[in-house]
Every structure is written in structure tokens, then in C-alpha cells.
């Protein structure tokens, strides 16, 4: 059952994948890179209930918190186009 939900998962993913590559503007971009790789932490989670392992646990805590910093540096950098910083 787990396996099925993660197929459905990767699914989606390839989805907001040809957003990534298509989107009309910077944001949207961003905002299906950011999808995608929340999806990949959701199967992570799973794929550690399915193997019983609790490393995988501790990688998609990191992940996500890279993920989360990877969004704040984007947003500062593509937020602030035509302002000069001090």
C-alpha cells in the first residue's frame, strides 16, 4: 500500500517537474522546485515506515531544513531585484 502511495507521489512530482521546466514566471518556478522537493522528503518518511529504519527519519529532517534555508535564499535573492543593498 505504502509503495502505491509513493508511486503516486513520484507521479506528481513529474508533474510539477514540467512546471519547473514551463512556468511562466521565476516564482512559479521556485514554487514547484520547493513541491517537489517536499514530495521527496514525504517519500523519505514513508519508505522509512515501509523499511522500518529511523535513519530515514533523521535524512528528511536535514532535508528539510535545507530545503527551508534553499527557499529563504531564493526569495532574498529574486525578492530584491532592483534595490542596492548596503
Wanted: aromatic share 12%; glycine share 6%.
Amino acid at each position: 500500500m505504502i509503495l502505491y502511495i509513493i508511486l503516486a507521489i513520484i507521479i506528481s512530482a513529474l508533474l510539477s517537474f514540467y512546471r519547473v521546466l514551463k512556468g511562466p514566471t521565476v516564482f512559479d518556478r521556485i514554487a514547484a522546485a520547493d513541491s517537489m522537493g517536499i514530495m521527496f522528503l514525504i517519500i523519505l518518511v514513508l519508505l522509512s515506515i515501509h523499511f522500518e529504519r529511523e535513519i530515514f527519519i533523521d535524512v528528511a529532517l536535514v532535508y528539510g531544513l535545507l530545503l527551508f534555508v534553499d527557499l529563504l535564499i531564493m526569495a532574498k535573492y529574486f525578492g530584491k531585484k532592483g534595490e542596492v543593498s548596503d
